[in-house]
C-alpha cells in the first residue's frame, strides 16, 4: 500500500514467529527491570533524574571533560586517538593493527564499532575477525544485522541457531541452549588463544582516572583483553563521566535497566595496558575517541539524546518496536533511541530516514523507562517538524494534510458548528471517505461512535455553586 510508511511495511510482513519471540523477550525484560528498581531502591525515579543531570551536564562541559580524559588515558600509558568519521576510527585501528604486524582480532560487543562497518572493513583489508559475544557470533556467521542493542538476536530462536551451527560445521543439529553454548565456547577458546588483538568497546570512561568500564554477562571482553598484547576499545565521545564515583550509579541503572539485574555478571575497570610488575595483559592500549557527528548532535536541538548509556529499556517497552522488530528501523540503533539517534547520525541523509520519529504512539513509556531521563517524545516532535521543515518526503508518506484541522481549531465560530454536528458522523459510512490515509486506516480499524457535544450544554445549564 503506497500509504505506508517503510517501517509499517516491515511490520505487516513480520513472521508470527519472530514478532511472538520480539514481544514477549521484550516484555519480559520491562516487568524484570520495574520489579528490581522497586525492590532495591524507595526513590528510583530520582536516581535517574541524578543521572540524566550528570550526563547532561557531561555533555554541556565535554570539552573539557575529553582533554581530561584524554591526559588521564595518557599518564597511565594508553594511546589516545580521535576519529571524525567511521573511515578514520576504521583506518585508526587498521594502521595500529599493522604497524604490530597483527592479523587477527577477538572482539567483544560493541553497537559503536557497528555503527562504523568494522568487521567488514578489516576483513576487506586481510583481518580475520570473530565476534565472541554470543548473540554477536551468530549474527557474524548468518550474516546478520542486530536487532536489539543489548539483546542482538532476539528476532532469532534456539531453532534459528541450531541450525546455523549445523551449516556452519559446529556440530549436529541440536536445539539444546546448553549445547549451543558449549559448542560456541569450545569454538571461540582457540580463537583467544589464537588472537593478536582484543578489541571492546567501552560503556563509561572516567575523565578522572582515565578508567574505562567494561559490563558484560559472558566474561568475553575479558577473555579479549587479557589474552592478547593490544587492546584496542572504541569508545563514543558521549560515553564520557566525571568522576570514578559516578561509576557507581550508571553501574547500577544500566544493568537493572538493560536486563533486569543488580549487576551484569562482569564488571571491568582498565587502567591502561599492563605495568611493569603485572604479570599478564596486554602491553599496549589504545583508545579511539569517536564523534561520527556527535559534535553536529550536540549542537542541535535535540543534543539530549547523546545521554543514552545503550541499556534498551526504551526498546523493551516501546510498542512500535515489539509489534515492528529492531530490523524495521532500518539503522544500528533501532527502538525509540534509534527513531532520534539515526536520523541526527545520518548528517545529509537525514531525509532517508526522517520517516522514524513518525514511528511512535508519543505515549512516553520510553521516557518514564530511561535511565538518564531522556526526554525522547519531545525530540521526536522537533525530528518530525525538522522533517516537516525540509520536506522529506518519506516522513510525509501516509501522513493526512491538518489544513482543515488547523482552522477548525484556530476558529472559534467554526468549532463550536463543527462540534454541533458532531452526531452526523455516526451516520456517514466512514470506510467511503476518500483520502488514501483514511482507508488505510479503516483498514485495521473501526472508528467508535461520536458521543460528545453535550458539555458545553452541561456546562451553560450546570447549577449555581451554593457559594
Known amino acids: 500500500m503506497k500509504s505506508l510508511q517503510k517501517i509499517d511495511i516491515v511490520a505487516r510482513d513480520l513472521s508470527d514467529e519472530v514478532q511472538k519471540s520480539t514481544y514477549l523477550s521484550s516484555k519480559a525484560k520491562t516487568e524484570k527491570r520495574m520489579a528490581i528498581l522497586q525492590k532495591d531502591f524507595p526513590e528510583a525515579n530520582r536516581l535517574r533524574e541524578i543521572a540524566g543531570e550528570i550526563k547532561q551536564h557531561t ?275 533501532p527502538g525509540p533511541v534509534g527513531a532520534v539517534l539515526s536520523p541526527l547520525l545520518a548528517g545529509n541523509r537525514f531525509p532517508e530516514l526522517a520517516d522514524l520519529p513518525k514511528a511512535s504512539s508519543l505515549c512516553g513509556a520510553c521516557n518514564e523507562v530511561c535511565p538518564v531521563n531522556i526526554p525522547i517524545p519531545d525530540l521526536l516532535l522537533r525530528l518530525r517538524d525538522k522533517a516537516k521543515r525540509e520536506k522529506a518526503t518519506d516522513a510525509m508518506k501516509g501522513t493526512p494534510s491538518l489544513g482543515l484541522w488547523a482552522t477548525l481549531c484556530s476558529q472559534p465560530a467554526m468549532w463550536k458548528t463543527a462540534l454541533s454536528m458532531g452526531h452526523t458522523m455516526n451516520y456517514i459510512p466512514t470506510e467511503l471517505i476518500p483520502h488514501p490515509s483514511a482507508r488505510a486506516w479503516q483498514h485495521n480499524r473501526k472508528l467508535p461512535k461520536f458521543q460528545g457535544g453535550e458539555f458545553r450544554k452541561w456546562f451553560r445549564n450546570r447549577p449555581p455553586s451554593s457559594k
Open 59 to 333: 555533555l554541556e562541559h565535554l570539552d573539557q571533560y575529553l582533554a581530561q580524559a584524554e591526559a588521564s588515558l595518557k599518564a597511565n600509558g594508553a594511546h589516545v586517538h580521535f576519529a571524525n568519521d567511521a573511515e578514520s576510527a576504521n583506518a585508526t585501528i587498521l594502521k595500529i593493527m599493522q604497524e604490530n604486524g597483527a592479523k587477527r582480532m577477538v572482539k567483544s560487543k560493541s553497537m559503536v564499532t557497528e555503527e562504523i562497518h568494522l568487521l567488514p572493513y578489516l576483513e576487506k583489508h586481510g583481518m580475520e575477525v570473530v565476534e565472541t559475544d554470543l548473540g554477536e557470533f551468530i549474527i557474524q556467521i548468518d550474516d546478520d544485522h542486530p536487532s536489539h542493542i543489548v539483546t542482538p538476536i532476539i528476532h532469532k530462536n534456539r531453532k534459528d541457531i541450531a541450525k546455523s551451527f549445523e551449516r556452519e560445521g559446529l556440530g549436529d543439529y541440536n536445539d539444546d541452549p546448553e549445547t549451543i553454548t558449549r559448542r560456541a565456547r569450545a569454538f571461540l577458546r582457540q580463537k583467544y588463544l589464537d588472537a593478536d588483538v582484543g578489541l571492546t568497546g567501552g560503556n563509561f570512561v572516567s575523565a578522572e582516572s582515565g578508567r574505562v568500564s567494561l559490563v558484560t554477562n559472558e566474561g568475553n571482553a575479558r577473555f579479549s583483553v587479557a589474552a592478547n598484547r593490544i587492546h584496542i576499545a572504541v569508545v563514543g565521545i558521549e560515553k564520557i563521566i566525571p568522576k570514578d564515583r559516578d561509576f557507581s550509579l550508571f553501574l547500577n541503572l544500566i544493568a537493572r535497566s538493560a536486563t533486569g539485574q543488580q549487576l551484569t555478571v562482569y564488571n571491568q575497570f582498565i587502567n591502561g595496558p599492563r605495568s611493569p610488575g603485572q604479570p599478564h595483559g596486554p602491553e599496549q592500549m589504545h583508545v579511539v575517541f569517536l564523534d561520527n557527528r556527535r559534535t553536529e548532535v550536540l549542537a542541535s536541538e535535540c543534543r539530549e539524546i547523546l545521554r543514552c548509556i545503550r541499556c534498551g529499556a526504551c526498546l523493551n517497552v516501546c510498542p512500535i518496536f515489539r509489534q515492528a522488530g529492531g530490523h524495521a528501523y532500518r539503522s544500528v540503533y
